[in-house]
């Protein structure tokens, strides 16, 4: 296949180098441009890369402008005015989770993406485990019921992650907005997309703020204005309901652990995933009233970063749905996810329109 598209990525740290690693494996997609503040990492990607054009500041890489797709992965707070300008430039735009740090700035990237045609889509990389698939397959097909109960986890026991993460004004929030939004992505999905009638959230800093204890955590001893432990208990149109948690930091056995469970009207379904994409297996069980048979399914190793990618790349070639996607449905989590910071504070349910 010759080249249709012209690359360039925004951040050096773990998010933009799954980007360069998924554009390079593509025979469609030819990377020319990078930009991020370190300037050892800067060079060093730009030769593996074989990158011509690299510039310290997004700024710069915008005003170059001799690309196509972009991908944003940088600190939160910066995606929606490097989205906003790339997409007014004329380059289709692949932003990291979560999509912004407010609503404000995730609805103004959606109207971006709206007004200028292109495609803004939006990294949701734990959609491509094989478990959630296979999940979502049982769903769809009829074969969990109505599924009313689903608790979803990802607990970390130590794993505060150092530096903007902790700041809200760069983050937009904690655990929660880092790693809440893949679970209630991926959920929402699974479910087939039901609207949140209301929710209620707590959040708790245990760990991630300045404490004295002698062995100081990862990424411990700076200071944080964000949860490192959140739960949440959303409330579904049609009367099924969510249980949602997620900590970076935790008193707990197990270093890094995501679950998923559902309880459907004719079955039930149940999986440990592996944060780095591993292959596992669903358990499927049968409801109570046809006895206590369960069956295990195998699934494949989910693709991550390399599956968003050919999805936003096929969108912009304009070959999925309607040929392009504007963002919607990660503004409607962006909602949700600010809903939850409200229910942190006031400590009371939300309702939502
Ligand atoms: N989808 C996933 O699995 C996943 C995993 C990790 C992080 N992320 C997301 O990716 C994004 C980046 O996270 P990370 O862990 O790679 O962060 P990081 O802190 O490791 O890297 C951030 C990068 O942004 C660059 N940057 C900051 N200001 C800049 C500017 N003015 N101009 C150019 N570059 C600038 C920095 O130089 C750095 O290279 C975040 O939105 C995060 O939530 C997603």
Same mark, same amino acid.
């Given at each position: 296949?010759?080249?249709?598209?012209?690359?360039?990525?925004?951040?050096?740290?773990?998010?933009?180098?799954?980007?360069?690693?998924?554009?390079?494996?593509?025979?469609?997609?030819?990377?020319?441009?990078?930009?991020?503040?370190?300037?050892?990492?800067?060079?060093?990607?730009?030769?593996?890369?074989?990158?011509?054009?690299?510039?310290?500041?997004?700024?710069?890489?915008?005003?170059?402008?001799?690309?196509?797709?972009?991908?944003? *992965?940088?600190?939160? &707070?910066?995606?929606?005015?490097?989205?906003?300008?790339?997409?007014? &430039?004329?380059?289709?735009?692949?932003?990291?989770?979560?999509?912004?740090?407010?609503?404000?700035?995730?609805?103004?990237?959606?109207?971006?993406?709206?007004?200028?045609?292109?495609?803004?889509?939006?990294?949701?990389?734990?959609? &491509?485990?094989?478990?959630?698939?296979?999940?979502?397959?049982?769903?769809?097909?009829?074969?969990?019921?109505?599924?009313?109960?689903?608790?979803?986890?990802?607990?970390?026991?130590?794993?505060?992650?150092?530096?903007?993460?902790?700041?809200?004004?760069?983050?937009?929030?904690?655990?929660?907005?880092?790693?809440?939004?893949?679970?209630?992505?991926?959920?929402?999905?699974?479910?087939?997309?039901?609207?949140?009638?209301?929710?209620?959230?707590?959040?708790? &800093?245990?760990?991630?703020?300045?404490?004295?204890?002698?062995?100081?955590?990862?990424?411990?001893?700076?200071?944080?204005?964000?949860?490192?432990?959140?739960?949440?208990?959303?409330?579904?149109?049609?009367?099924?309901?969510?249980?949602?948690?997620?900590?970076? *930091?935790?008193?707990? *056995?197990?270093?890094?652990?995501?679950?998923?469970?559902?309880?459907?009207?004719?079955?039930?379904?149940?999986?440990?995933?592996?944060?780095?994409?591993?292959?596992?297996?669903?358990?499927?069980?049968?409801?109570?009233?046809?006895?206590?048979?369960?069956?295990?399914?195998?699934?494949? *190793?989910?693709?991550?970063?390399?599956?968003?990618?050919?999805?936003?790349?096929?969108?912009?070639?304009?070959?999925?749905?309607?040929?392009?996607?504007?963002?919607?449905?990660?503004?409607?989590?962006?909602?949700?996810?600010?809903?939850?910071?409200?229910?942190?504070?006031?400590?009371?349910?939300?309702?939502?329109?």
């Amino acid at each position: 296949m010759s080249v249709s598209f012209k690359a360039a990525v925004v951040g050096l740290g773990w998010a933009g180098q799954q980007h360069l690693a998924a554009y390079s494996r593509r025979d469609d997609v030819e990377i020319v441009g990078l930009a991020g503040l370190e300037a050892d990492q800067l060079s060093a990607l730009a030769t593996q890369y074989g990158v011509d054009h690299a510039f310290a500041d997004w700024n710069d890489l915008i005003a170059w402008g001799g690309f196509d797709l972009l991908s944003v *992965a940088v600190p939160t &707070s910066l995606h929606a005015p490097i989205a906003i300008a790339a997409l007014q &430039s004329g380059s289709h735009v692949l932003c990291e989770k979560p999509m912004a740090g407010t609503v404000a700035d995730a609805q103004a990237m959606v109207d971006a993406a709206k007004s200028s045609g292109l495609v803004l889509d939006v990294v949701f990389n734990h959609r &491509s485990h094989g478990e959630l698939k296979a999940i979502k397959r049982l769903v769809a097909d009829g074969g969990l019921g109505n599924p009313y109960h689903t608790r979803v986890t990802w607990l970390r026991r130590d794993g505060i992650p150092a530096g903007w993460f902790r700041q809200r004004a760069l983050s937009g929030g904690g655990v929660l907005a880092d790693l809440g939004i893949h679970l209630l992505d991926y959920t929402l999905d699974i479910l087939g997309e039901p609207a949140v009638r209301s929710l209620s959230a707590a959040g708790f &800093s245990a760990f991630s703020g300045e404490r004295s204890d002698a062995r100081p955590l990862e990424g411990r001893g700076e200071s944080s204005d964000v949860e490192d432990f959140a739960s949440v208990f959303l409330r579904l149109a049609g009367g099924g309901v969510i249980e949602l948690d997620v900590s970076w *930091a935790a008193a707990r *056995a197990s270093a890094d652990e995501m679950t998923i469970t559902v309880h459907g009207t004719e079955g039930g379904a149940e999986a440990a995933l592996s944060p780095a994409f591993e292959a596992g297996d669903v358990e499927r069980f049968t409801a109570p009233t046809v006895g206590g048979e369960s069956e295990t399914i195998e699934t494949p *190793a989910g693709r991550g970063h390399d599956e968003v990618v050919a999805e936003f790349v096929a969108a912009a070639h304009g070959s999925i749905g309607e040929g392009r996607r504007v963002g919607s449905a990660a503004l409607e989590r962006t909602r949700i996810i600010g809903a939850c910071y409200e229910s942190m504070v006031s400590g009371r349910e939300v309702v939502l329109a």
